[in-house]
């Protein structure tokens, strides 16, 4: 999800650098699933060395790294008296892993870890840990939240509250538009591919055969990018596509709060923001915020590398020390 957003960011943090941390670090060392090797730092503020709140920092789609902007968010919690653990994302940075084969599955436990990680420090009051995610992540934060239990928030930047299905849908219409394909060409493939992957996780044999009339249809037309037919998959590529968690949602206890830009073409604003607003209407301790005229980064990418959108640090930021002041649920 975003991959052209974060090569991007990935660009110009490589080239510029992403800013140094707040406070002092420490190296640490933890396994997520399958026993894999994760490594982090965990960034302390200056003074403290213990009963501190934590949060840590979840990824998006890319092969995330701890040099990359994540740096830059830990420091807007660090400021703020919260510790921070940021870890490369597996099959990225010194992290273990395939990160081209990694499931979601294991991507929610290497979250679990992480959080179990850093509750399990010294330093660390581990009734006052938060989780944040981050696009990709986003999907994953509610099921980590519900398993792992006694959370102080969760905060979302462009979290997709939406099943894989829809979220995909809507970004897979977007590229389209962006390459140049005409807006209902853009439309009938995104929902073409909608139908596919449902007939991936439920088969029939009718809907199959419909499948394959349609995409014979479509083969060799100017802009599409159909497949030719139905294909066989993994039950690891069900397992993603099938991934919603909107079940977790509905029984969400932990106070989240989720971060949109008005002109998401990843993540369908509107879309996550009806939902939200009914599990909020409905007594659910979720909040959210839109920022107008953002895109997915919520921000930008200038000449000293990526910059926040306008006060979207400050929100953040005073969301995860309000909850952390409550002591968590």
């Not at 709140?53 to 008296?81: D, I």
């Not at 660390?124 to 519900?146: C, H, N, Q, R, Y």
């Not at 590529?237 to 079940?247: E, M, N, T």
Request: aromatic share 8%; glycine share 12%.
């Amino acid at each position: 999800m975003g991959s052209r957003h974060a090569l991007l960011v990935l660009a110009a943090c490589v080239i510029n650098g992403c800013a140094r941390y707040a406070g002092p670090t420490r190296a640490i060392t933890f396994y997520g699933a399958d026993d894999t090797r994760l490594e982090g730092t965990l960034v302390l503020p200056s003074g403290a060395t213990s009963g501190l709140p934590g949060v840590v920092l979840m990824h998006g789609a890319e092969p995330a790294t701890r040099s990359m902007a994540y740096r830059m968010h830990a420091n807007v919690f660090v400021e703020r008296g919260i510790a921070v653990l940021v870890y490369d994302k597996r099959g990225a940075g010194e992290s273990a892993g395939d990160h081209d084969a990694a499931t979601y599955s294991q991507l929610v436990e290497d979250g679990i870890a992480a959080v179990e990680a850093l509750r399990s420090r010294s330093e660390i009051d581990p009734a006052k840990v938060g989780l944040m995610g981050a696009s990709e992540s986003g999907w994953f934060t509610p099921e980590i939240a519900e398993r792992v239990g006694g959370l102080a928030f969760v905060i979302n930047k462009v979290g997709p509250c939406l099943s894989w299905r829809d979220t995909n849908q809507w970004e897979v219409y977007n590229d389209l538009l962006a390459d140049g394909v005409a807006e209902e060409s853009a439309k009938s493939q995104a929902q073409i591919l909608h139908r596919l992957w449902s007939h991936y996780i439920q088969p029939d044999p009718v809907e199959r055969q419909a499948l394959e009339a349609i995409l014979d249809e479509w083969t060799g037309r100017p802009g599409s990018i159909l497949p030719p037919r139905p294909r066989d998959v993994s039950a690891a590529y069900v397992a993603d596509i099938a991934y919603d968690p909107g079940p977790y949602l509905e029984r969400v206890v932990t106070p989240m709060l989720y971060v949109y830009g008005s002109e998401d073409p990843n993540v369908p604003t509107s879309a996550c923001v009806d939902r939200l607003g009914t599990l909020r209407a409905q007594g659910r301790p979720v909040e959210y915020h839109v920022m107008q005229g953002e895109g997915h980064e919520l921000g930008g990418v200038g000449l000293t590398g990526y910059r926040f959108a306008k006060g979207y640090a400050e929100l953040i930021g005073a969301f995860a020390a309000r909850h952390i002041r409550g002591g968590g649920n």
